[in-house]
């Protein structure tokens, strides 16, 4: 679960790499959020991009131990 959710939160590596890559190829909603941020100064929309991956990412964690609940039940 740890796992997952820190792969959603990937900002270093394709930041470094390639910035977004040609034509946004490898844009990921943290990249959005930090230009939105500190690019063009829009707070407000970085925080609400911010909240959606919130919700994205307690969205992936709850089904992630459902599944792995229902598994270990079944067991």
Same mark, same amino acid.
């Given at each position: 679960?740890?796992?997952?959710?820190?792969?959603?939160?990937?900002?270093? &590596?394709?930041?470094?790499?390639?910035?977004?890559?040609? =034509?946004?190829?490898?844009?990921l909603l943290s990249i959005d959020?930090? =230009?939105?941020?500190?690019?063009?100064?829009?707070?407000?929309?970085?925080?609400? &991009?911010?909240?959606?991956?919130?919700?994205?990412?307690?969205?992936?964690?709850?089904?992630q131990n459902k599944i792995l609940? =229902?598994?270990?039940?079944?067991?």
């Amino acid at each position: 679960m740890l796992t997952t959710i820190g792969t959603l939160k990937t900002f270093e &590596l394709p930041f470094i790499l390639t910035k977004g890559g040609p =034509d946004g190829a490898t844009r990921l909603l943290s990249i959005d959020i930090i =230009d939105n941020l500190f690019g063009q100064y829009k707070f407000g929309f970085a925080s609400a &991009l911010s909240i959606v991956m919130l919700v994205i990412v307690l969205a992936v964690a709850f089904l992630q131990n459902k599944i792995l609940r =229902d598994r270990e039940h079944a067991q």
